[in-house]
T-cell receptor, first 117, second 112 residues
Framework: DAGVIQSPRHEVTEMGQEVTLRCKPI?????LFWYRQTMMRGLELLIY????????DSGMPEDRFSAKMPNASFSTLKIQPSEPRDSAVYFC???????????????FGSGTRLTVV | AQSVSQHNHHVILSEAASLELGCNYS??????LFWYVQYPGQHLQLLLK??????LVKGIKGFEAEFIKSKFSFNLRKPSVQWSDTAEYFC??????????FGAGTRLAVHP
């Protein structure tokens, strides 16, 4: 298995531009999580999906952030418009079940390093 | 609310020194506890986990952690670190809110 695949690995964009981050979970994993990592806040859960349905988006910082999962093999996290304070590493993770996630942890992707200038 | 506190943000050690990274959590119920490691430029990888049984858990690469319920702690230890242990270490808690809550992380630098 190729693991959780994220793209792009690095993104540099200008303030005000739209940014789309992509994630392909491990095949068969029903749960997908988006995390943001910053120096100040560490790892924050933004949103997670179960069977393509958003379950908990309470961590999404504001309306500029949106996430979708149109099918079991693809999810996007979009920021529109982007701001410098959105600069961070964004990780996607997946798990076959929630119980599995809570008992055994997630499988993480390599992350997307976003820089907004 | 469930939360995780990692006391040391940066730790610098020489090779062969002993390591202990602190992790405390707040949650009154049954918890599952994890340590993840992130090597430079890589994704997070599971180092070890605890969810029941022996409170002393052994993980990969010589790491271990001890769950002390009375102290709400799950400290990570290694008796002798190597340069290749340079990484960021995250403590995480699962169990109460159907999601893993991560600490802010501890950056470890090991000098040869």
């Amino acid at each position: 298995d190729a693991g959780v695949i994220q793209s792009p690995r690095h993104e540099v964009t200008e303030m005000g531009q739209e940014v789309t981050l992509r994630c392909k979970p491990i095949s068969g994993h029903d749960y997908l999580f988006w995390y943001r990592q910053t120096m100040m806040r560490g790892l924050e859960l933004l949103i997670y999906f179960n069977n393509n349905v958003p379950i908990d988006d309470s961590g999404m910082p504001e309306d500029r952030f949106s996430a979708k999962m149109p099918n079991a093999s693809f999810s996007t996290l979009k920021i529109q418009p982007s701001e410098p304070r959105d600069s961070a590493v964004y990780f996607c993770a997946s798990s076959p079940t929630l119980t599995g996630a809570l008992n055994y942890g997630y499988t993480f992707g390599s992350g997307t390093r976003l820089t907004v200038v | 609310a469930q939360s995780v506190s990692q006391h040391n943000h940066h730790v610098i050690l020489s090779e062969a020194a002993s390591l202990e990274l602190g992790c405390n959590y707040s949650y009154g119920g049954t918890v599952n506890l994890f340590w993840y490691v992130q090597y430079p430029g890589q994704h997070l990888q599971l180092l070890l986990k605890y969810f029941s049984g022996d409170p002393l858990v052994k993980g990969i690469k010589g790491f271990e952690a001890e769950f002390i319920k009375s102290k709400f702690s799950f400290n990570l230890r290694k008796p002798s670190v190597q340069w290749s242990d340079t990484a960021e270490y995250f403590c995480a808690v699962g169990g109460g809110y159907n999601k893993l809550i991560f600490g802010a992380g501890t950056r470890l630098a090991v000098h040869p």
